[in-house]
């Protein structure tokens, strides 16, 4: 074989080879060199911030929040990241400017409370038909209704000569209203009852689906009124017929009707109140009667023939 030959076959396989080699490269990338170090954490980490002032029941908006990006040591545990994480979420606590907003500051758990300037805490009692199925939380605002027993106020009616009848309690013309006595009152906290004994397992017949089986779980939910609204509050938890010192006689109903956040700030309404003429006059109720049995004797005329 000539010289020439040996030189063109072995140019062809040199090429062949850097051929290939370029293909590879193509078709897989170079990876970046392993140096053997660890990767290295964040050290900042970016946190939601409160843009103003956020006031206690507060629906958040978005122009209440702001970004900060804060060292890791220094954000909040429960710290949100996502300012739209909150948006539409109520304050249960009142959050001032600057700081981390956080799970705690929009979670019902709560262990303190603050009074606002020139309001009192006072705790009402409510179970699941007086408070709303006990979802009453701290920041939300209530009505409060207040119902009295009739028959512990005492009607009397004087008539000549000087004779005293009591009043009917079935068709008493005096009843008491059930009106809005309280408006616009806000919830500072609430303590939640401890749970009862779990049940024993039900059968497998049993219906696994949510039920209320009437038993009244009591919470106290402590409201921010004034001194004049405190005590209306007091006077009705110790309204009694038996004349005691304590609530164990109490007939009256303290009620907390749920307003929604929007109308917190709504001009009070003045309600008329319904009594028993109301559930007559308005409602169309069938008032009450009484049957009384008479004895009668009717004459049958006879005609002549």
Not at 165 to 174: E, I, K, W
Request: aromatic residues 4%; proline residues 7%; without cysteine.
């Amino acid at each position: 074989m000539r010289r020439t030959s040996r030189l063109l076959v072995l140019f062809g396989i040199g090429l062949a080879v850097l051929t290939f080699v370029l293909i590879v490269a193509v078709i897989q990338p170079p990876t970046t060199p392993t140096t053997g170090l660890a990767s290295v954490p964040p050290t900042t980490v970016q946190v939601v911030t409160a843009a103003v002032d956020i006031p206690l029941g507060a629906q958040i908006t978005k122009e209440m929040l702001a970004t900060a990006t804060v060292p890791v040591a220094e954000a909040n545990s429960g710290v949100f990241t996502n300012s739209s994480q909150l948006l539409g979420q109520i304050a249960r606590r009142a959050i001032v400017t600057g700081q981390q907003v956080t799970t705690a500051q929009t979670s019902v758990d709560q262990t303190t409370i603050s009074v606002p300037a020139g309001r009192r805490a006072l705790a009402v009692s409510v179970n699941e038909l007086t408070g709303v199925g006990n979802l009453i939380a701290p920041g939300d605002w209530v009505d409060v209704v207040v119902t009295l027993d009739q028959k512990a106020i005492p009607v009397v009616q004087v008539q000549p000569p000087n004779k005293v009848f009591l009043h009917d309690d079935a068709l008493a013309p005096v009843t008491v209203k059930a009106s809005a006595l309280l408006q616009s009152i806000q919830v500072l906290g609430t303590l939640q009852a401890p749970a009862p004994a779990p049940a024993a397992a039900a059968s497998p017949q049993a219906s696994q689906g949510p039920s209320f089986t009437g038993t009244a779980t009591q919470k106290l939910v402590i409201l921010a009124v004034t001194d004049d609204q405190a005590e209306a509050i007091l006077f009705a938890r110790y309204f009694n017929a038996a004349g005691t010192t304590d609530a164990t006689g109490a007939t009256a109903t303290i009620n907390l009707i749920l307003r929604a956040a929007a109308d917190a700030s709504a001009a009070p309404v003045d309600t008329s109140g319904v009594d028993l003429k109301t559930m007559f006059d308005k409602y169309g109720v069938i008032p009450p009667y009484i049957e009384k049995a008479i004895d009668a004797y009717i004459a049958l005329q006879q005609t002549k023939p």
